[in-house]
């Protein structure tokens, strides 16, 4: 039994979510019976389709009515609900450490408890659930894996360290659907990294069969930018820039919007869901909202 | 050589050089540290802000460059030269007078009007500064434009633009004179005078010497041949036999030889028209339309030919009368055995029209033993004599006059005072006392006759001709004295010559009352055998029915008067209400001795109404009559140039692409400032850079 309380995991949070369940859009591959609808045909309960009836097929799926109706011999078919192996991809990137909310003390706190949550959820429902956390100094990868002692593993590999350097999103996107196969695989991150790999790679991933979320966190200061005197803009990953902000504020909302939903469209091009989540925001509600959609 | 100060103590201000410094000092401080995700977008938006800053600061460079070129510009005063095609004629020296044509022959072919208008502003613009000029506005009267003669260009190019056509003669003659004068009182020596017309005047000017210093210059401005049709003349006229109403409209074409045909159409109102093909002859043509049933009281129509060259005058309203009997229904008190001695025998033969008598009075006796019922209204008129019991008709009558009819009661030896005030108390003007005698109660002792009636109102106006002396020898025998406080809505018309009233009237709803405290036959006084007593009876008949006030001309032409009546009642109102809606009131203090007022309101052709409003009532209808556009200006009558010449020495006339005169077509110089350019020029400048700072800000 998945009971939620677990070191690193806001209980709160858990038990907003604990009645949410966690649907694959797409069919997915599993060895074991699920939730998740599966391309296998035939040993499931789920109606499919019909197919006209062949040597070989079992006569016990022979549908009467047609039939009787039709004069045809047709055969029902049926869709197996499958487990999903899941993996979660955490950005624990320098930008990460950037948080002027209340509720969350950065953005990494915010990806950290989603992700966890979502794990939550997912190892609740029979799903197995493995996690990579990327940051400057390289990737860690825990496999998926089921059962109630998965989530503290998970919740342990998090909390190793705090926000350190550049991710690497792409690569390690890339190593990371390399792992997963054709799973389920759930990007976490405020997606800032210069590189975009990430993107293809996860259109890549669609076209094998695989499904893809991501989630990008975004704090209310860098979307709304309300900073009013000269100051010296320092990067979390480098870099830096003195500027008047009442001379550039509304250029860089404009930015900010439009990179926010160039993102959103490539990510649906690539076929993945995406979903921007404000920090600000309450994450458990946030998630649910999510996961309804 | 040593320097001197001297307040050396005022030297401890330089202090104050302290400020600036700490200002510096404390003005300066490190820019504060802000930990950011990603500056990506940051420098994103910092290169575009200053891209466009970098084309902004461009602008702004150019804007103040342009400012400062401006404004040095400005001060010296730039102007641009450069040759126009005036105006035949124009000389930009000498004092300008502009006759503006506004005829109604001006509208013709789209509008001469405005050609001649844009040739008066390019004249008022051609002069040099300081240079007088006017313009004045004829047609049939002549109006010297504010503010008349001044260097100012501004005020005569606006009242140039407020200049709108007339529909009235051309009165070429009139126009001239003014502008003479004008320029007499002016004392303007050198000038030159414009007439910017089309070539037709109604009215040709009279030979006159002008100053060799004054020039006149006549254009021409017509466009060319021009064709107008219109309704030259009308005419109305009843069958007596059939009572068909019968018009006859005459159609004239301004060009001699047109043998076309004129669709002619008359139309009634409420959708009734009727048209008729008036073949022209000679440019001349009839048409008749007879109406078989004639519109009843005064109605408005209109004749009205094809659109052709000239607009104005294709409409033509007229008025109809329907040859409407007048019903007088006269109700006998007193029979007798001898025709004459019936109280009505005098009336009835002064109402009874005589064989070829255009009087459209058709009286009917009955006695009021025999009448049960009075019926009718508006229009109708109903005269009760010396009945010696009213009371059975009484309901009747009041219902009568409320509904608009007209009572006219004379008393005579039957009537009881107190029977008629308790039968009759709501309609009398003033009550009955009792009966008088004068001269031993017959008319030929008495000394009591009439005082010298109101010419003004509307009963005794034919009296202005002849007969007034006649009312003073008339003699009264008897007579019904009357309560000296009149009833409401109650005036004394004519008065006895010892003051007592004998002719009173009430208005009592839409109807009148008029009460005669005598007789109308012989018994008591000898009017009927008086000469007035037939135009009297008339005229007592007539303005009960409410026609009098339509008498008279109902046609004038644009720029005409018309004499118009007015109430006499206290507090009552008059006006006419214009084609376009316009209400022109008259007032009673402009009337004439006769009592009507002359209205000169007739600059728009169309149907006119005279409005008469009493106080607590509702406006009534009083009179229709029509405005036409001038006869002589349809005809589009050429001035002609031999005419002119002749008429005005020395005149220049410029048209048909030839001049005869003096002059040649020139060309002027024109000088404009740029100074007001390069200010407004500046004022856009520092508007934009206004504009640049402040989206910086």
């Not at chain 1, 599993?30 to 296998?40: D, N």
């Not at chain 1, 009836?53 to 869709?79: C, F, I, N, S, W």
């Not at chain 2, 290169?47 to 702004?60: D, G």
């Not at chain 2, 009960?544 to 008279?552: H, I």
Request: glycine content about 10%; some cysteine; aromatic content about 4%.
């Amino acid at each position: 039994m998945i009971r939620g309380r677990q070191q690193g995991v806001d209980p709160g949070l858990l038990d907003e979510v604990r009645q949410a369940t966690a649907s694959a859009r797409q069919v997915v591959h599993g060895a074991r019976l699920g939730i998740h609808r599966s391309r296998l045909r035939g040993g499931g309960s789920e109606f499919s389709d019909y197919k006209p009836y062949d040597v070989g097929d079992d006569p016990r799926h022979l549908d009467a009515k047609v039939l009787a109706r039709t004069d045809r011999y047709v055969v029902r078919r049926y869709e197996s609900e499958r487990q999903v192996s899941a993996t979660l991809l955490l950005d624990r990137s320098a930008s990460m450490s950037f948080g002027t909310t209340t509720d969350v003390a950065d953005k990494w706190e915010a990806a950290r408890s989603l992700a966890l949550a979502l794990a939550f959820v997912l190892l609740r429902q029979g799903d197995r659930v493995g996690l990579s956390v990327v940051d400057g100094a390289g990737a860690t990868h825990r496999p998926p894996r089921g059962g109630e002692r998965q989530l503290d593993e998970l919740a342990m590999a998090a909390l190793q360290r705090p926000p350190t350097g550049d991710a690497g999103l792409g690569e390690a996107l890339g190593e990371v659907l390399a792992r997963a196969g054709r799973g389920l695989v759930i990007v976490v991150s405020d997606l800032l990294s210069d590189d975009e790999q990430w993107l293809d790679a996860l259109g890549v991933h669609r076209a094998r069969g695989g499904e893809a979320w991501v989630l990008q966190i975004v704090d209310p200061a860098e979307r709304d930018f309300p900073y009013d005197e000269p100051a010296r803009f320092v990067g979390l990953e480098g870099g830096e820039l003195s500027l008047n902000p009442r001379e550039l504020a509304a250029q860089y909302r404009t930015e900010f919007a439009a990179f926010c939903e160039g993102v959103r469209k490539r990510c649906l091009d690539a076929g993945a869901r995406h979903a921007l989540i404000d920090s600000s925001e309450p994450l458990g509600r946030t998630l649910r909202q999510f996961l309804e959609s | 050589m040593g320097l001197e100060l001297a307040a050396p103590a005022l030297l401890g201000g330089l202090a104050l050089l302290s400020l600036p410094i700490v200002a510096h000092l404390t003005g300066y401080r490190e820019l504060a540290a802000i930990g950011f995700p990603s500056l990506r977008l940051l420098r994103a938006s910092q290169l575009k802000v200053r891209r466009r800053r970098r084309v902004e600061s461009w602008i702004l460079l150019l804007l103040r460059l342009l400012a400062v070129a401006a404004l040095v510009a400005a001060f010296a005063r730039p102007s641009v030269t450069w040759t126009a095609r005036a105006l035949p004629g124009l000389d930009p020296t000498a004092t300008t007078l502009i006759l503006l044509d506004v005829s109604a022959s001006m509208q013709a072919d789209g509008s001469v009007l405005d050609r001649a208008r844009d040739d008066a502003k390019s004249l008022v613009e051609g002069l040099d500064p300081g240079t007088l000029a006017a313009v004045l506005a004829f047609g049939g009267t002549s109006t010297l434009l504010e503010p008349g003669l001044t260097a100012d260009r501004g005020p005569v190019l606006r009242a140039l633009d407020e200049v709108e056509p007339g529909f009235g003669a051309t009165d070429l003659d009139r126009a001239l004179r003014h502008a003479r004068q004008v320029l007499d009182d002016a004392g303007e020596g050198r000038a030159n005078v414009f007439v910017l017309s089309d070539g037709t005047a109604t009215t040709l000017p009279s030979v006159a010497v002008w100053p060799e210093t004054v020039r006149v210059h006549y254009h021409d401005l017509r466009p060319g041949p021009l064709v107008n049709r219109s309704v030259s003349a009308v005419s109305v006229s009843s069958d007596k036999a059939s009572g068909d109403l019968t018009i006859e409209a005459q159609v004239a074409s301004s060009d001699a030889r047109d043998d076309g045909v004129v669709p002619l159409k008359l139309s009634l109102g409420e959708g009734v028209e009727v048209v008729s093909d008036v073949g022209l002859v000679a440019g001349r043509g009839t048409a008749n339309f007879t109406l078989p049933l004639p519109p009843e009281g005064t109605a408005a129509a209109t004749l009205t030919v094809p659109p052709d060259g000239l607009p104005a005058d294709d409409v033509r309203p007229l008025s109809l009368s329907g040859d409407d009997e007048l019903p007088v229904l006269l109700v006998s008190g007193d029979g007798g055995s001898n025709p004459r001695d019936d109280e009505v025998y005098y009336l009835d033969r002064a109402l009874q029209p005589g064989p070829g008598s255009p009087s459209r009075i058709r009286p009917r006796v009955v006695t009021a033993e025999e009448i049960t019922q009075i019926t009718g209204g508006a229009g109708d008129v109903v005269f009760l004599a010396n009945v010696a019991d009213p009371r059975p008709l009484a309901a009747d009558l009041r219902a009568f006059v409320e509904a608009g009819g007209g009572l006219m009661l004379s008393v005579g030896s039957r009537v009881d005072p107190d029977l008629w005030n308790e039968a009759l108390g709501g309609l009398l003007p003033a009550l009955f006392t009792e009966v008088k005698t004068r001269g031993a109660g017959t008319f030929e002792k008495s000394p009591t006759g009439l005082s010298l009636p109101p010419m003004e109102s509307d009963e005794f106006r034919v009296f202005r001709t002849g007969g007034a002396s006649v009312f003073s020898r008339v003699r009264f025998g008897r007579l019904i004295g009357t309560e000296p406080r009149l009833q409401e809505d109650s005036a004394v018309l004519l008065r006895y010559s010892d003051g007592l009233p004998a002719l009173l009237e009430r208005q009592v709803g839409d109807g009148r009352v008029v009460l005669f405290t005598s007789s109308l036959d012989d018994d008591w006084t000898d009017l009927p055998l008086r000469s007035i007593y037939v135009s009297l009876v008339h005229q007592m008949a007539r303005g009960l029915s409410g026609t009098l006030a339509l008498d008279g001309a109902r046609e004038v032409e644009v720029g005409g008067s018309l004499p118009l009546p007015l109430p006499l009642a206290d507090g009552a109102e008059a006006w006419v209400l214009a084609p376009d809606g316009q209400e022109h009131p008259l007032e009673p203090g402009a009337a004439a001795d006769d009592g009507r007022v002359s209205f000169r309101q007739t600059e728009q052709p169309g149907h006119h109404r005279l409005m008469w409003k009493r106080a607590g009532r509702e406006p009534q209808l009083k009179a229709l009559f029509s405005v036409l556009v001038p006869t002589a200006e349809s005809a589009l009558t050429a001035a002609g140039r031999d005419a002119l010449l002749a008429a005005v020495p020395g005149l220049v006339f410029h048209g048909d692409g030839t001049e005869t005169g003096l002059d040649a077509p020139g060309e002027v110089v024109r000088t404009a400032s740029l100074v007001p350019g390069l200010l407004g020029l500046l004022v856009v400048m520092l508007l934009g850079e206004g504009l640049l700072l402040g989206r910086r800000a």
